[in-house]
């Protein structure tokens, strides 16, 4: 019994070292792992430091030589850290045992800096989703997390508007009608689509962050960082980008006089509201419209509504030329005129006069008229805003490219509405959309495709048919899918007619591609829907013709 005592505790003596040095190896190897993930941590801290400073936040506060010490004392340590890895990676034990010290000594210093370097951003706010931009597209996906599951504090929607999202096509419609006209809170969203009305008290009940009347300056996706123009940072795990459009301004290209006071341009709240006070400063007066699409058409026929004497100018030779065919853009000018509107084409403004008070007073076009005014209106396109982004995710077509499920070329990242360019199963090609329809339905898709990600579960990709609609006056049209190929008219277009109804299909290899119709009811727009998705064929235009809209009620 002694002996195997004597055996036991020899072996005790001869292993000790053993056992040491495999507990050192283990210390060692946990440590180079914390190592690790500090110094990842500090570059990432630096990479958001230098962001606020590019960002020019607190009137440049953070330029300070405090702060220019603590960057280049990083740099210093990223490269002895980058160091001690490379010499722990040949695995000589000597070697290790003498960096063991080394690497506890800079673990230290490395959480010292990232404590310092925090003291910099100041509170860094963090979500799990954030949604920058707050349009349509923000509700619609604001809606959809709840729908989804969502818990108190894990969403976040930054909006330079101070208002919750709300429905923008109002704006040109109801928003302008001089006696009962639309006014917030009654078409934040979803009441667009026929939803509830999401009013500021919902999300805050939601647990949702509206953070808002707050401009992001800079982002950062691989860091996953957002700066505000006023300094504060914001962290995520999942972004969605809902940027939108900006309206194409003639300043842009410094047309003369651009800047005169009452010339407006319509996309946000603060801009419908400055219009309606002119309206009313400026009662009866003279209003001149540039541009023939959806804003020159729609805020022509308010500013007719509200009894001014209106002029449209735009340089095509038929007003919505993307979309009407001739017959189609007959009908809706001679409307115009016999309500009183101006029309002149083919020509554009390339200057305005201002009165002593800096307010237009005149708009000079290329062919040398003048045309008086005391309130124009400019729409003449817009952009998306993408250039936060540039560099960062992949493009396409003027927009940011993504898959059927709205997700970028960056993990984590979507971008929805008008930014995003995306598949359209139906005629197999990219295409980026600006419409509200495809803003609301592009949002609840990323939202789906966001938690079906998380929990492993499959969904369909996205299946969009192209839809646009636009209502004036006391006329209503709707168009579905693609607008390419032969064109056949059918119905009334007399614009004298007590309640016109014409349409339009469009014939590409054969088959239905796409449907225009003015005056349908509900059933009937469902009708030219359905035959635009599911492109019967046509044999012969002639009975296309003659059969008219009845063609798609029967399909």
């Not at 959480?111 to 706010?125: H, I, P, S």
């Not at 818990?151 to 419609?173: C, H, M």
């Not at 996205?462 to 008219?489: A, E, H, K, M």
């Not at 119905?491 to 299909?505: A, Q, V």
């Amino acid at each position: 019994m002694a002996s195997f005592f004597f055996v036991f505790e020899t072996a005790k003596i001869i292993f000790a070292p053993i056992e040491r040095c495999l507990n050192c190896k283990r210390n060692f190897d946990e440590d180079m792992k914390v190592l690790k993930k500090l110094s990842n941590e500090l570059n990432s801290l630096k990479e958001d430091v230098e962001l606020r400073i590019s960002a020019e936040c607190h009137a440049g506060t953070m330029q300070t030589e405090e702060v220019k010490n603590w960057l280049e004392d990083v740099q210093r340590i990223k490269s002895e850290t980058e160091s001690i890895e490379q010499k722990a990676g040949e695995k000589k034990f000597l070697l290790r045992a003498f960096l063991g010290k080394l690497v506890e000594e800079k673990i230290v210093e490395l959480k010292a800096f990232l404590k310092k370097g925090k003291t910099f951003l100041g509170l860094v706010k963090y979500f799990k989703y954030i949604i920058v931009g707050g349009g349509v597209a923000a509700g619609y996906a604001a809606r959809e997390f709840d729908r989804q599951g969502l818990k108190s504090g894990e969403l976040a929607i930054i909006s330079k508007e101070a208002v919750a999202p709300y429905e923008r096509p109002t704006l040109s419609k109801g928003y302008l009608n001089p006696k009962g006209a639309a006014r917030l809170p009654e078409f934040h969203v979803c009441v667009g689509s026929g939803g509830e009305r999401l009013l500021p008290g919902w999300y805050k009940e939601k647990g949702i962050q509206l953070i808002l009347g707050t401009e992001i300056a800079k982002v950062n996706l691989g860091s996953k960082t957002l700066i505000s123009a006023g300094g504060e940072t914001f962290k995520y795990q999942t972004l969605i980008i809902a940027t939108g459009s900006t309206v194409i301004r003639l300043t842009d290209f410094k047309v003369e006089g651009a800047d005169a006071k009452n010339i407006f341009y319509l996309r946000e709240l603060g801009d419908a509201n400055e219009l309606t006070e002119s309206i009313k400063t400026k009662k009866n007066g003279k209003a001149v419209i540039i541009g023939g699409g959806y804003i020159g058409l729609e805020v022509g026929a308010a500013m007719r509504i509200n009894n001014f004497d209106v002029t449209m100018v735009y340089p095509e030779p038929w007003c919505m030329p993307r979309l009407f065919t001739t017959p189609i853009a007959a009908f809706y000018e001679s409307y115009y005129e016999n309500k009183g509107i101006k029309i002149i084409k083919g020509t554009v403004a390339v200057g305005f006069n201002a009165n002593a008070n800096g307010e237009v007073k005149g708009v000079k076009l290329k062919d040398g008229r003048v045309l008086e005014a005391d309130i124009v209106v400019v729409g003449v396109g817009a952009r998306p805003l993408t250039a936060l982004f540039k560099g960062q995710v992949e493009e396409d077509k003027a927009g940011i490219k993504t898959d059927g499920f709205f997700m970028t070329s960056m993990p984590d990242v979507y971008a929805v509405g008008d930014v995003a360019t995306f598949p359209i199963k139906l005629y197999n090609e990219m295409r980026r959309v600006e419409h509200v329809d495809h803003a609301r339905k592009s949002a609840e898709q990323a939202v789906k495709a966001i938690k079906a990600s998380e929990t492993g579960k499959e969904i369909e990709e996205y299946d969009y048919l192209p839809y646009f609609y636009s209502r004036s006056f006391d006329l209503s049209w709707q168009f579905y899918g693609d607008n390419v190929g032969d064109t056949v008219f059918f119905g009334d277009n007399n614009p004298l007619s007590p309640k016109p109804k014409f349409g339009s299909f469009w014939i590409k290899d054969g088959k239905v591609v796409g449907a225009f119709l003015e005056g349908g009811t509900t059933e009937e727009n469902k009708a030219i829907a359905k035959v635009s998705r599911l492109q019967p064929p046509v044999e012969n235009l002639d009975q296309l013709k003659k059969e008219g809209l009845s063609f798609a009620s029967k399909i």
